[in-house]
Structures are given as C-alpha cells and as structure tokens.
C-alpha cells in the first residue's frame, strides 16, 4: 500500500531559535474550550454506545457545539445569574439502523445530554448545572454518502483534507501550556477564588519572556476589592514560582501580568458568579481556540479544522490531526531532538485513512540539507510515519479512550 511519504531538510531557523515566537492557550473555562469540551465528550460516549448496542462505532460528527452567553450580576460576597448561558449540542448522528421490522432506533441525544451534563458537573465546581445553563441538543442522521464510509471494508477518509503537528514543544509552548494547567489544577486547592476561564498569552522576543494572563474570579469567594487584590497577587507568587521550575537553566527573563483589564481606580474588576465569562457577554464555539496540541501558535505550521467532536474512525480532521502530532513527537524523540519537525497529512474522501495522498515530514534546521545526517533521519522519518498509519486503529482507540488532547 502506497503511504506517499516525503521526508525533506528544511533550511530555515527553527521557531525556538527564531527572535519572537507568540503562543496562547485558552483555558478549561474559556467558551471556545467549553465548546471543544463538550464537543468531544459527546463524541467519545456516543462512541461507547454504539459499541455496546451494535458493536461497533457508527457514522458521527458532534463538531458543531454553540455557547451563547447569558447575563449575570456579579458582585463582591456574592451576585447571581440573571439569564442562563444556552448551549446546544449540534452535529451528525447515526440514530437507528436496518429497516422495517429490522429497524433499531439509538439513544442519541439522551448520551450525548448525559455526557454534557457529566462534564460540566465534574469540572466546574462554581457552575450550577440546573440553573445556569439551558442544554439542548440537535443531533440528525448524516447523509448516506458520509455514513457510506463506514460500511465499506477497512477505513475510509470522509473527506479530502490535511492534519499537521509539530514538534518539540519549545520553552514559550511549555510555559504556556504548564501555566494554564497549574492554574487550572494544583493552585485550585490554595487559591478557589480563582475560576475555570483562564487565558494564557506569551510573547517572547529574544531570551525576554512575557506571559499575560486573564482568569475570571469567584465573586462569592471575594468579599472585598482588598481581598481580590491580595488574590492578584498570591496568584502571581505561585504562577511566577511555577514558570520558572518550567524554564529550568534556560536563559529566558520572565515577566508576568494578571488581569490587565483590570481599573481599581474605577471599580472595575474580573469578577464572575461562576469562574466562566460565558455567563455574561462571551460567546463560545467548537475549533476557535487551542490545535489538538492544547495551543494557538501563530508561528508554526497549524490547521483550521476543528478536533473535537469529529468521529474518530474516518474524519480526516481529527485522526490526521491527531497522528500528525504523534508522529512529530516520535521522530523528535527517536530521530533529532534538536531539530523542529513539522508534519503534515492529506487525504482523499473515499481513500483508505492508511494511505494519504501526501505525507510530508520536514526536518528544520539552519543548515538542514547539507547535514551529513540527514540519510538517516530520512530513512527513521519514514519507519515512524509508516508505522503509525499502519496503526490507525491504535490512535482511533486512544481518541475515544480519552489518552490525547484535542484542544
């Protein structure tokens, strides 16, 4: 089988050594990662499900999630939502298979409800689920030329599209991304006046590393415009502290802000009910925010497709994606790790996932072609892309077992 994989030395300064490099990631609670969130959890139980009733998984594409933002009152000691946030669960769905008396209809939208509502409840402990958000769901039956796919022999691609990954993650990517999680995870248990909705920003230029950070407050946690200063300014202690254990011996001169946004002279404060700006004013949707990566860097190869909530076993926007980054991290780690690796995968809809049209590896370096060891990178390139296509069903699996990122 033809895999069409093309490994080439690029000249070309990699993004790390480059003199500026912007990177962002969009937090847990920001709308879009909501969206891409809710997106996949709906994707991976509908998956389940069809396992369990036909053995299997059917036809799907749950990539069309919306948030729109409700109205709340904020206020120090405690304010209150006024309109609830509506979001509703839209996509593609194989919601019954056979004919006549053969007919078998699937609980489509009451899984897709349940996982929404599941994940919601697990991961915004401010948010009350029954009273601040209107759930709802459109979840119709696909066009038989997509759910088609699915019935021929082995896997086919549902559509004529391209993935791309890349790799190592860079210090600027590392901070970033560690940054969010810290805030997100470990500094919850210190700090609970901080919400869900956090973005992260970074801007480095040369060895001077800026990162800014936006996070939502807990109004009922904060009784006074004292308290949310002190809050400011414990956050920055712990994240700084953090930043630097992620930047180690490299030479980098870290500066970090909080809440810019913010006027004490005029009142004016990051304050939510719930830890998540969709409650007033911040709409949300599925692919506007963080690559299966779990970042937005404008300076390195990305695509538009959305991850989350694409099926897992033929939609070229997700496996691609998703195998894209594999198969970076792998050669990263086997081949050179001083290199920048930047992968790219087209497919054709109907064509075998297992045989792109193009499946290009590019080995970045100053001086790439003329490095006597590119034979060798070429030749380990190429047995690492092969056998992760080979593998299809391996990243399949670790998609619907929740084992990568998709935002």
């Keep these: 089988m033809a895999k069409n994989i093309y490994v080439e030395g690029l000249n070309e300064i990699p993004v790390p050594m480059k003199r500026v490099e912007i990177v962002e990631r969009k937090g847990i609670g920001h709308p879009d990662s909501v969206s891409d969130a809710l997106a996949e959890e709906v994707s991976k139980a509908l998956c389940r499900m069809y396992k369990k009733e036909v053995g299997h998984v059917l036809h799907h594409n749950t990539d069309e999630t919306q948030i729109a933002a409700g109205q709340a009152a904020p206020r120090f000691g405690g304010g209150s939502v006024i309109d609830p946030t509506y979001i509703l669960l839209v996509g593609r769905a194989t919601t019954h298979i056979g004919e006549g008396k053969d007919l078998k209809s699937l609980p489509c939208t009451p899984v897709a409800l349940k996982a929404a509502r599941d994940y919601l409840r697990a991961t915004f402990p401010n948010l009350d689920v029954d009273s601040d958000i209107i759930l709802d769901a459109k979840l119709g039956m ?45 500094m919850k248990k210190d700090l609970p006046e901080t919400g869900q909705d956090v973005k992260v920003m970074a801007s480095r230029v040369g060895e001077d590393l800026t990162v800014t950070i936006a996070c939502a407050m807990v109004d009922k946690y904060v009784p006074d415009a004292g ?89 070229i926007g997700k496996i691609y994606n998703v195998m894209s980054k594999l198969i970076a991290d792998d050669v990263a780690k086997k081949v050179t790790s001083d290199a920048e690796i930047r992968v790219r995968l087209l497919s054709q809809i109907g064509k075998p996932v297992s045989e792109p049209l193009n499946a290009s590896i590019q080995i970045v370096l100053p001086d790439a072609e003329n490095d006597p060891n590119l034979p060798k990178w070429r030749s380990e390139a190429e047995s690492i892309a092969e056998e992760w296509l080979d593998n299809v069903d391996k990243v399949s699996d670790m998609i619907i077992e929740g084992k990568v990122r998709t935002f």
């Excluded at 004529?160 to 993650?169: H, K, L, R, W």
């Excluded at 901070?175 to 995870?185: A, D, I, Q, R, S």
């Excluded at 709409?283 to 538009?304: A, E, F, H, Q």
Aim: proline share 3%; glycine share 12%; hydrophobic share 30%.
């Design 142 to 186: 696909g066009s038989d030329d997509l759910t088609g796919v699915y019935k021929a022999s082995g896997h086919l691609a549902n559509d004529t599209s391209f993935g791309v990954g890349y790799a190592p993650y860079s210090i600027t990517d590392s901070v970033v991304l560690k940054t969010e999680e810290y805030v997100n995870g470990a």
């Design 227 to 315: 308290h949310y200063r002190s809050v400011v300014e414990q956050m920055y202690d712990k994240v700084y502290d953090n930043a630097l254990k992620v930047i180690g011996d490299e030479k980098i001169n870290f500066k970090l802000e909080i809440n810019t946004g913010d006027d004490y002279d005029r009142g004016v404060y990051y304050l939510t009910c719930t830890g998540l700006s969709q409650e007033m004013g911040d709409d949300g949707s599925v692919g506007r925010g963080n690559r299966c990566n779990g970042l937005i860097t404008p300076y390195r190869p990305m695509s538009m497709e959305a991850t989350s909530g694409k099926n897992p076993i033929t939609h």
